[in-house]
C-alpha cells in the first residue's frame, strides 16, 4: 500500500497541471485573500422532484442556485490559484528525488481545486437542462444530450477566464449549445448517411433499417477509434479509463471510489490520473484530426 502511494506521488511529479494563470496569484498578499473564507450562498430552492428518472434528474439538477458574481469569482480565483500553486511546486521539485512532503502537498492542492470544479459543476448543470430539451426536440435523445452538455459544462469550467469580467453562465451557456448543436448534427449527417437504393423485402420501415445501420456503424466507429487513442496511454492510465468508462469486459462503468479500492489508492488519486489520461486523450484526438467530439 505504502509502495503505491509513494509510485503515484512519483507520478504525479511527472504530470504537468493545467490552469488558467492571473496576476492575482503573484501579489504579496495572494494567498490570504484567494484562501479566504467563501462568500454567502444562495439558499437552496424547494423543488419536488418528478416520479420519472428525467424528473428526478431535473428536481436535482435545478435545486441549486446559480453562483453569484462574487461567488464565481471566488471559487473560480481559488481553484485556478490552487491549480498555479501546485505546478508551481512540481515544476521546481528535483526530479530524480522529488520530496514527498512537497509531493502530498501538491496532491492536497488538485484535491482542493477538484472539489472547487464540482461545487461549481453542481450549481451550473441546471443550464444543461433546457438545452438538452431543446435539443430533444430537434432529435437528439434527452439521456445523449444531457451526458453531452454535462461534458462540455466541465471543458468550460477548466477553460473559463474569470479575469475577463463575463458571467460564467453566459459562457457555459455559449458552449454547451455549441456542443450540443455539434452533437446534433454529426446525429442527423449519420440517420442520413446510409439511404437503400433498392427496394427491401424486410418486414422493418426503410427509415428504420438506416437509422439502426448508421447509429450501428457510428458505435463501431467511434469504439475503435476510442481504443485506438487508449493505446497511446500507460497500462495503469487504460484500465482506470476503461473501468470508469465501463470499456472493461462487463460494460459496467465502476465509482471512483470503487476503482480506488481496486488499486488500492485514494478516489482523489484516481481522479487526478483520470483527468490526466482525458487530457492526453484530447491531445492525441487533436492530432489524429479526430476534433472536439472525443474532447471529455
Known amino acids: 500500500m505504502i509502495a503505491s502511494v509513494e509510485h503515484n506521488l512519483h507520478d504525479l511529479a511527472e504530470t504537468p497541471i493545467e490552469f488558467i494563470p492571473s496576476g492575482d496569484f503573484t501579489k504579496s498578499n495572494a494567498k490570504k485573500q ?13 423543488i419536488r422532484p418528478g416520479q420519472s428518472e428525467f424528473g428526478i434528474y431535473f428536481g436535482t439538477a435545478c435545486r441549486l442556485p446559480l453562483l453569484t458574481r462574487d461567488e464565481e469569482i471566488y471559487y473560480f480565483r481559488r481553484m485556478n490559484f490552487l491549480k498555479w500553486r501546485a505546478e508551481t511546486q512540481r515544476h521546481a521539485l528535483n526530479k530524480s528525488r522529488p520530496s514527498q ?29 433546457p438545452l438538452a430539451m431543446k435539443a430533444e426536440a430537434n432529435g437528439l435523445p434527452v439521456w445523449e444530450a444531457i451526458s453531452e452538455g454535462n461534458t462540455a459544462l466541465l471543458r468550460a469550467i477548466r477553460k473559463f477566464d474569470y479575469s475577463r469580467g463575463f458571467r460564467f453562465s453566459t459562457y457555459a451557456t455559449w458552449a454547451i449549445t455549441r456542443s450540443l448543436s455539434r452533437c446534433d448534427q ?5 440517420r442520413n448517411r446510409f439511404t437503400p437504393t433498392e427496394p427491401t423485402a424486410l418486414t422493418q420501415h426503410p427509415e428504420d433499417i438506416e437509422s439502426q445501420t448508421a447509429e450501428e456503424t457510428r458505435h463501431r466507429t467511434t469504439l475503435a477509434a476510442v481504443k485506438h487513442l487508449l493505446a497511446s496511454l500507460d497500462k495503469r492510465s487504460q484500465t482506470v479509463l476503461s473501468l470508469r ?13 470503487d476503482v480506488g479500492e481496486r488499486f488500492g489508492v485514494s478516489k482523489e488519486r484516481i481522479r ?12 492525441q484526438a487533436q492530432k489524429n484530426g479526430v476534433g472536439d467530439s472525443f474532447m471529455l
Open 34 to 46: 484567494i484562501l479566504a473564507d467563501a462568500p454567502p450562498s444562495l439558499p437552496e430552492r424547494d
Open 101 to 129: 512532503k512537497k509531493l502530498r502537498q501538491i496532491s492536497t492542492d488538485l484535491e482542493l481545486a477538484t472539489h472547487d470544479l464540482q461545487f461549481i459543476a453542481e450549481h451550473n448543470l441546471r443550464l444543461v437542462v
Open 186 to 190: 454529426t446525429n442527423h449527417r449519420d
Open 245 to 257: 468508462y465501463g470499456l472493461n469486459a462487463d460494460k459496467n462503468p465502476m465509482t471512483l471510489k
Open 272 to 283: 487526478q490520473i483520470e483527468m490526466a489520461a482525458i487530457k492526453v486523450l484530447e491531445s
